[in-house]
């Protein structure tokens, strides 16, 4: 049986640093144990210092860290900033977090999130996220 990939939404008026916005997208996660509070710490080190994100189009990122073995489960959030974040130069307001289990997982998420964004462009929502994802992951 296929591992279920935990995914949650939420949204924020702002984030001031890519940090602030991982630990919001992650927070309902964090707060029913599906990962750790060291498990977000090291993704956020990551991704400082292997620039583990990639930037879907003008108005997106996506952040992520390399598979783990020992995550305690697979999970992928979406957070919307009313406000925007200023990202490498640019302001997003649709922030994904996510980290897998292994790379055929990772591959899934990442093409799951591009198809999302794509399929939805001029509607990325929680709930449009909620609806797409619930058959996918």
Known sequence: MKEKIRYTCGAVEQAPTYEAAIYKATSDLLTSGVV???ELD???KEIKEEKSH???DKD?????????EK???????????????T???QTVH???????RDNAQ???ILDMIIRFTRSEKDNLSCQSMVDWFKDVL
């Open 36 to 38: 750790s509070a060291a």
């Open 94 to 100: 649709h922030v994904f977090t996510f980290c897998a």
């Open 106 to 108: 990772h591959s899934h």
């Open 60 to 68: 997106a990122v996506v952040f992520y860290g390399n598979p783990r």
């Open 54 to 56: 990639r930037a879907i």
């Open 42 to 44: 090291s993704l956020a």
């Open 71 to 85: 995550l305690n489960q697979p999970f992928l959030a979406y957070l919307y900033l009313r406000g925007g974040m």
């Open 87 to 89: 990202y490498n130069q």
